[in-house]
C-alpha cells in the first residue's frame, strides 16, 4: 500500500492595503487576506513622471514594503489622469471641487496597477486602463456630491461606486478597476501563483 503524498498548503496571502474596498473586491474572487498590512510608503509622484509609470511604481513599491517573506504580498494602487496630469486624491472639499470641475463634461483615465511579490522575491505586475466620461456637471450637482463625502480620501475626487455612478455618461474598460482593483488581472496573476481560484 503506497502512501498518498500530503496536498500542498494553500497559499497565503497578505493584502498591502487597508483599502476596505479592495478587501470587498477580492472577496468576489472567493479570496481572503490570511492579513492586512498597509503599506507606508511615500506617495509623492516625481518631477514629470507619466500617470502609467507612476501607478506601476506605486504598486511594486507598497508590494516590496511589506516585510513578510513567507507569504504572498499583493498590493495596487489607482490613479486618476486627465492628460499627463495625475488628479491628486481629495482630501479637503476644495480639491474635490476642482478636480470634479476638471473632469465634468470630459473623459480622463483611471490607472490601476497591481503587484504581486511572490514569497522567493519575484514580482509580478498588471496595469489595467479605463476610460471614464463624466456629463457635463451643473454646479448644483458639483455641490450635491460635495455634500454627500463620497469624495474624501478618492483618487480624482470621486468614487465610482457611490454617487458618482449616476453622474459618468460611460466607461469604456474594467469597473472594478476604477473602484480599486483590477479583477480580471489580479485573477490571473493570482491563479498562476497557486491560489485556488475556479
Same mark, same amino acid.
Request: proline share 6%; net charge positive.
Given at each position: 500500500?503506497?502512501?498518498?503524498?500530503?496536498?500542498?498548503?494553500?497559499?497565503?496571502?497578505?493584502?498591502?492595503?487597508?483599502?476596505?474596498?479592495? $478587501?470587498?473586491?477580492?472577496?468576489?474572487?472567493?479570496?481572503?487576506?490570511?492579513? !492586512?498590512? +498597509?503599506?507606508?510608503?511615500?506617495?509623492?509622484?516625481? @518631477?514629470?513622471?507619466?500617470?502609467?509609470?507612476?501607478?506601476? $511604481?506605486?504598486?511594486?513599491?507598497?508590494?516590496? *514594503?511589506?516585510?513578510?517573506?513567507?507569504? &504572498?504580498?499583493?498590493?495596487?494602487?489607482?490613479?486618476?489622469?486627465?492628460? /499627463?496630469?495625475?488628479?491628486? @486624491?481629495?482630501?479637503?472639499?476644495?480639491?474635490? /471641487?476642482?478636480?470634479?470641475?476638471?473632469?465634468?463634461? $470630459?473623459?480622463? $483615465?483611471?490607472?490601476? +496597477?497591481?503587484?504581486?511579490?511572490?514569497?522567493?522575491?519575484?514580482?509580478?505586475?498588471?496595469?489595467?486602463?479605463?476610460?471614464?466620461? =463624466?456629463?457635463?456637471?451643473?454646479?448644483?450637482? !458639483?455641490?450635491?456630491?460635495?455634500?454627500?463625502?463620497?469624495?474624501? %480620501?478618492?483618487?480624482? %475626487?470621486?468614487? !465610482?461606486?457611490?454617487?458618482?455612478?449616476?453622474?459618468?455618461?460611460?466607461?469604456? %474598460?474594467? &469597473?472594478?478597476?476604477?473602484?480599486?482593483?483590477?479583477?480580471?488581472? +489580479?485573477? +490571473?496573476?493570482?491563479? *498562476?501563483? %497557486? =491560489?485556488?481560484?475556479?
Amino acid at each position: 500500500m503506497t502512501e498518498t503524498a500530503d496536498a500542498a498548503p494553500a497559499p497565503r496571502l497578505v493584502l498591502a492595503s487597508a483599502s476596505p474596498r479592495r $478587501r470587498e473586491l477580492l472577496a468576489r474572487l472567493g479570496v481572503t487576506p490570511a492579513e !492586512i498590512c +498597509a503599506a507606508d510608503i511615500d506617495e509623492t509622484p516625481a @518631477k514629470a513622471e507619466l500617470p502609467r509609470v507612476y501607478a506601476r $511604481r506605486m504598486a511594486r513599491e507598497k508590494a516590496l *514594503a511589506i516585510p513578510d517573506s513567507d507569504a &504572498h504580498i499583493l498590493a495596487g494602487d489607482t490613479v486618476v489622469s486627465c492628460g /499627463r496630469r495625475i488628479l491628486p @486624491k481629495a482630501e479637503d472639499e476644495a480639491t474635490a /471641487r476642482a478636480c470634479l470641475k476638471l473632469l465634468s463634461g $470630459r473623459r480622463h $483615465r483611471v490607472l490601476s +496597477a497591481i503587484a504581486l511579490r511572490h514569497p522567493d522575491g519575484t514580482l509580478h505586475e498588471r496595469l489595467s486602463e479605463t476610460v471614464v466620461r =463624466f456629463k457635463p456637471l451643473t454646479a448644483e450637482e !458639483i455641490d450635491g456630491y460635495i455634500a454627500s463625502g463620497d469624495w474624501d %480620501g478618492k483618487a480624482g %475626487g470621486y468614487a !465610482i461606486q457611490g454617487r458618482a455612478e449616476g453622474l459618468i455618461a460611460w466607461i469604456q %474598460g474594467s &469597473h472594478s478597476a476604477v473602484v480599486g482593483l483590477p479583477l480580471f488581472e +489580479a485573477r +490571473a496573476l493570482l491563479k *498562476a501563483a %497557486g =491560489f485556488p481560484l475556479t
